[in-house]
């Protein structure tokens, strides 16, 4: 029996139940729960904020838990192991961005790890739970030694900014920006800086910038500053984390000719953008979505290497409606993570 938390319908109720797994197929892996990361956009699929929300709906896509059970077909995994799972669940695995290792790109659709259907249509509950059940080709191993709460929200946050920074090939001739300095910011500078970047924040919060600093950025700047005028034309590169509505147009001026701003935060309502900041200057704005599973577990790798982490709050299932509204408001450093191991002595 699977326990977890729940809602009924779009929102943010949440209620302990217990629901059914699939039954364990030859390829499934089931993994006993220890953590789960809170990421921004259980938020937005608990709400509906984009529709298609399927209820009722458990959340949570950032699990980390020991494998306790395998199917007979399962190879490369054994009971005991600590694994990860992000935001893929399955996918077709023959299309083209399948072979290419980009799953969150499959023709056919992914199935994400909750909120979603798998290939015989069942619909799949998250990590807001004692148990998980999943095709062993989507695990993420955790390196041993691992602080795994830390590394929970590496599994969509940290992939989400790793994805970008090796994408446009962050080392140590590059000069980055990164805008916001949350859940996804937080990281961005962490691998950024152990890539070999020269990293710039900015983030309107004093407190943030001190921690920027203190997680590797080189400068951090309040966005109004006028300090921000000696970047003009610097940046090879700006990732934008930011998930509300802001200004893209303050940033572009800071990139150097043919430098890219990236999208990897989603804000739900319209950007505007002044077309002649990107035509002039040969610049371009680019948008990253999560990453594949290939990349997933090489980013797990060089985190654990880099002694690299996500900066949490634990705190328990009872405790994540009061999550969710701090993460909200912007309340949050720098991601909060469930304790799950509470739920599978009930
Ligand atoms: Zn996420
Ligand atoms: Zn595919």
Redesign the pocket.
Known sequence: MTVAYQLEEAGTRLSKTTVERRPLGPRDVRLDLKYCGICHSDLVAAGDKLGGGMYPMVPGHEMVGVVSEMGVQVEGVSIGEVVGVGCIAD?????Q??ESGD?HY???GFTLSFNSKDPEGRVNYGGYASDYVVDYDYLVPIPDGADLARMAPLLCGGITVYTPLKRFKVGPDTTLCVLGMGGLGHLAIQFANAMGARVLVASRSAAKRADAKRLGAELALDPESEELQEWVGQCDLILDTISNPHDLNQWFPLLRRGGKLCLVGVPTDQLQVFPALIVFGDRSLEGSLIGGIADTREMMQFAHAHGLGAEIELVQPDEIEGAWHRLHEGDVQYRFVIDLESLSND
């Open positions: 996918s077709c695995r023959r299309c961005p399948c799953e499959c023709e056919t």
